[in-house]
């Protein structure tokens, strides 16, 4: 499994224990930066993730700005990309079973580097339910099919 990651500064705090934690669940993990605590835009590392991804040149992915939401939002302007922030290891399970959510975005100034490991972890072991999700999903993507080029 390989996990491309992301960040802005607001969320390189996170990285460190991300990193370790994927590595830990046997991930490879491909580092699309940022790589220093100097003020950037966190739009490059959303689009930079979500193309990784949406390409299939990596498998999932993290990203992690201040609050998770404007790196998220980026990622979600790619077409086939499912980017759900998350706070706390329950919506991170249920984000994998349910939306089979692609990227998780996480909050450098929201959860901890402890926290960020479990949510992590929490969303890398659990699976997809497919089922009902999957028409879910399939509406998702006729939205997409529709307003997307
Ligand atoms: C950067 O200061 C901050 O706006 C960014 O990391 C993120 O929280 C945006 O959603």
Same mark, same amino acid.
């Given at each position: ?13 996170? &990285?460190? =224990? ?5 590595? !830990?669940?046997? +991930?490879? $993990?491909?580092?699309? @930066? %940022? ?12 689009? &930079?993730? =979500? ?5 299939? !040149?990596?498998? +999932?992915? $993290?990203?992690?700005? @201040? %609050? ?14 499912? =980017? ?31 926290? =960020? ?33």
């Amino acid at each position: 499994m390989k996990i491309a990651i992301g960040c802005d500064h607001g969320g390189i705090v996170l &990285k460190p =224990a991300v990193i370790r934690t994927l590595e !830990e669940l046997g +991930a490879e $993990v491909v580092d699309l @930066g %940022t790589y220093t605590d100097e003020s950037v835009d966190y739009p490059v590392y959303g689009q &930079k993730v =979500a193309e990784a991804v949406a390409s299939g !040149e990596c498998d +999932a992915g $993290v990203l992690m700005c @201040g %609050t998770g939401i404007g790196i998220s939002i980026s990622a979600n302007k790619v077409k086939g990309i499912r =980017a759900a922030v998350v706070t706390n290891t329950f919506m991170a399970e249920m984000t994998k079973r349910h939306n089979n959510a692609n990227i998780i975005a996480l909050g450098g100034r929201v959860v901890t580097p402890e926290e =960020a490991s479990d949510i992590v972890k929490a969303w890398f072991v659990a699976e997809y339910e497919g089922g009902r999700h999957q028409r879910r999903l399939d509406m998702i993507a006729d939205i997409e099919n529709k307003y997307f080029k």
